[in-house]
């Protein structure tokens, strides 16, 4: 029954503020324009209603008058709507009209700011944009001219000899013109200009120039362009991430690839998801526990699969466990275990099927191992473990099955379009093969670890790095280190003749 007018943010999904994100999670309507993710759509309940009000470039949008209409309506019609706005809701956002409009129909509304652009991408840029000794003033101020659009025209020149810092939004078209008044009001030629592209986001670009020469270059809407001392300071440290401006194929089925993805982006990379995998759970019965000396646990979705899956009607109770010892193969298995308040008895140091083995303590007389697992495994733990002298039951838990492709992420794989891609199995090695094909110039592969590298040798591929630890932690190491000694993103590797 109110209408929030709620700031989005710049563009990153982390500069989201939590009142923005309770309130998406509880709208039934949400009303965006074209400066919002998808990350942020998605928080609104699945069956919220999603009203897109332009403005892709070149394309009719809808008018101020049937944005405030159709606010006024759904507000009017008792609904909770999220009117979702780039940046800040109330600087150059048209907020204030929206809220005029909602206030005339006596409808309730709440205004829920958002961190601007102005500010923000400038941060990201490294500027800050006021500094002791060099800014003592901010004036965020509209580069577009249109009255058509309400913009009143800027006195340039009277801005010129206020000094201080200009930011300036929706600008990007009439830089050069902007430049050129701001000179001819008196600020110097040298004055340090700053252009941040996309700001915040993963492909952000930052053009430094000065007043004499910033006209000269394209600069891409949305930009903030800052002008003044500030600009010329240089903190850079968002496009200096190590793995900025990597675009990294995630191949992990959907419901696991986010520890990674999240892993990859703090870093700084482009993450493009193309599960190879999907997990189907398996309907099993729980066999009797009283006489089984340990359970051994070699997956996070095993572990999901023994204890959330069928195998009681409310899924499994830890008690259950209690005569039992229980066994992970590495520390992730470890922490899904936890999460259910089991804590594994046994990890061996490194996290493959050959090192469990050998860590397992010979057995007494025939102890009872159940193995807890997917269809797929490897031979090598039952075998080892019999030959330890324990008798070995399998369940197996879920298997892993080709997800169906992604048309558009496969295109971009195969285009080239991709830096490095990261394979956390065996199964994602083979299920990519045969999604994606042969590749005209591979780019880097970052494999968990041995068996997987072996199975991407297998199937042509050259293997640029494999984790030293077997686990999520490890790939993403391998892949920066390998980044870092300098090898070039992309295809520029040179296949070796096979
Ligand atoms: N209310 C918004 C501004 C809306 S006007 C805010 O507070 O940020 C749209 C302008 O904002 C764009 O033309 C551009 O100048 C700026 N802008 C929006 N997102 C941006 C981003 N990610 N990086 C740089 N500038 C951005």
Not at 364 to 378: N, P
Request: aromatic share 4%; hydrophobic share 45%.
């Amino acid at each position: 029954m109110t209408v929030y007018l709620v700031g989005a943010g710049p563009g990153d999904p982390g500069l989201l503020t939590r009142r923005a994100a309770e309130l998406l999670a509880h709208a039934d309507v949400v009303v965006y324009d074209r400066l919002a993710a998808d990350e942020l759509l998605a928080l609104a309940p699945p069956d919220a209603r999603r009203c897109s009000v332009g403005k892709a470039p070149g394309a009719v949008e809808a008018s101020q008058g049937e944005i405030n209409a159709l606010l006024v309506e759904h507000g009017a019609a008792g609904r909770t709507v999220v009117r979702l706005k780039g940046g800040d809701p109330f600087v150059f956002g048209r907020g204030g009209e929206e809220a005029e409009a909602l206030a005339a129909a006596g409808v309730p509304f709440e205004v829920v700011p958002g961190i601007t652009s102005a500010i923000a991408a400038a941060a990201y840029a490294g500027i800050p944009v006021t500094h002791r000794g060099l800014a003592t003033h901010v004036t965020i101020v509209t580069g577009h001219e249109d009255p058509a659009k309400g913009h009143a025209d800027v006195d340039w020149e009277q801005l010129a000899r206020a000094g201080g810092t200009l930011v300036i939004l929706m600008g990007a078209a009439r830089v050069a013109i902007i430049a050129a008044r701001l000179q001819a009001g008196g600020l110097p030629p040298d004055t340090p200009v700053a252009a941040v592209q996309r700001g915040t986001r993963p492909d952000q670009r930052t053009v430094r120039a000065t007043l004499a020469t910033i006209g000269a270059q394209p600069i891409a809407a949305p930009a903030a362009i800052v002008v003044g001392a500030v600009a010329g300071l240089d903190l850079a440290w968002f496009e200096h991430r190590p793995l900025f401006g990597v675009s990294v194929v995630v191949t992990r089925a959907r419901e696991q690839a986010s520890g990674l993805r999240g892993q990859l982006e703090t870093l700084g990379a482009t993450v493009l998801e193309l599960p190879t995998i999907v997990v189907e759970a398996r309907p099993v019965e729980l066999p009797r526990l009283d006489d089984v000396a340990w359970i051994v646990l070699t997956s996070v979705n095993g572990v999901a699969a023994f204890f959330d899956q069928g195998l009681a009607p409310r899924g499994l109770d830890a008690r259950a466990l209690a005569g039992c010892r229980v066994a992970a193969i590495g520390p992730g298995t470890a922490a899904a275990l936890a999460e259910r308040g089991v804590r594994a008895d046994l990890i061996p140091e490194r996290f493959v099927a050959e090192a469990l083995v050998e860590a397992f303590p010979p057995a007494a007389s025939g102890e009872r191992v159940l193995l807890a697992r997917a269809e797929q495994a490897r031979d090598v733990l039952v075998d080892g473990l019999r030959t330890r002298g324990y008798t070995v039951d399998v369940l197996t838990l879920y298997r892993t099955v080709p997800a169906a492709p992604d048309p558009d992420a496969v295109t971009r794989v195969r285009a080239g379009a991709v830096d490095a891609i990261t394979f956390t199995s065996s199964s994602t090695v083979t299920n990519f093969c045969d999604l994606v094909g042969p590749l005209a110039h591979q780019p880097l592969v970052v494999s968990i670890g041995p068996v997987t590298s072996a199975t991407a040798r297998d199937r042509g591929l050259r293997v640029d790095a494999e984790a030293t630890e077997h686990t999520i932690d490890g790939l993403v190491a391998a892949l920066r280190d390998t980044l870092a000694a300098g090898r070039p993103p992309g295809g520029a590797t040179p296949r070796p003749p096979s």
